[in-house]
């Protein structure tokens, strides 16, 4: 079934290391996403790539960084994690206009 | 700003109990809304959507109206089962090619035997 993938499920970094966190589609969508979820949260919008344009938002810190290097896979790096970055992160993937995005199973990163 | 109300849960039901979930927005212009729902250590899922006033989406028996006069979406369900036990979101999107999807801060639903 054509699907957003992420992974992977859980990942656990070390404080101050870098780690990256992956996404693809088979969906051959043109908008893809990056959100936080912490606990009892809703999703909170980092960063969206329209086609190649990157929108970073306003409170996504630094620290956070994406690549997009081509229309199936996203990357998300995040340079040196904090203890407030552990969270769930989802990847979630649209078309344009109206249309519903479609989210991956998320991946649980923990900091230590 | 486009913005989404949800009510606070958690809400605890009986199994086979009727649900309503509340949800209101505040947006310019028409956007489409959608109800999300999320089971624990899982992503979002799309429950259902609308693209317009007075339409209604419906899926696995869930339905929601798109009621442009009182700015609202509420989730409803006639009979809950334990497997609905979940967190549900409220969300809307601009029609524009650029827009972002709105939450609300999501409703815990807790369904017992």
């Known amino acids: 079934d054509a699907m957003v993938i992420q992974n992977p499920r859980y990942q656990v970094t070390q404080f101050g290391k870098p780690v990256t966190l992956s996404c693809s589609q088979t969906?051959?969508?043109?908008?893809m996403y990056w959100y936080q979820q912490k606990s009892s949260q809703a999703p909170k919008l980092l960063f969206h790539y329209y086609d190649k344009d990157f929108n970073n938002e306003a409170d996504t810190p630094d620290n956070f960084q994406s690549r997009r290097p081509n229309t199936s896979f996203c990357f998300l790096d995040i340079r040196s994690p904090g203890l407030g970055d552990a969270a769930m992160y989802l990847c979630?993937?649209?078309?344009?206009?109206?249309?519903?995005?479609?989210f991956g199973d998320g991946t649980r990163l923990s900091i230590l | 700003g486009d913005s989404v109300t949800q009510m606070e849960g958690p809400v605890t039901l009986s199994e086979e109990a009727f649900l309503t979930i509340n949800c209101t927005y505040t947006a310019t212009g028409y956007p489409s809304l959608f109800w999300y729902v999320q089971y624990p250590g899982e992503g979002l899922q799309l429950l259902l959507k609308?693209?317009?006033?007075?339409d209604k989406g419906s899926n696995k028996g869930f339905e929601a109206t798109y009621r442009k006069e009182t700015t609202s979406f509420h989730l409803e369900k006639g009979s809950v089962q334990v497997s609905d036990s979940a967190v549900y979101f409220c969300a809307l999107k601009q029609n524009s090619g650029y827009s972002t999807l709105t939450f609300g801060k999501g409703t815990m639903l807790l369904v017992s035997p």
């Open positions: 969906l051959n969508h043109n908008v």
């Open positions: 979630a993937t649209s078309n344009q206009g109206n249309q519903p995005q479609h």
């Open positions: 609308a693209t317009k006033a007075d």
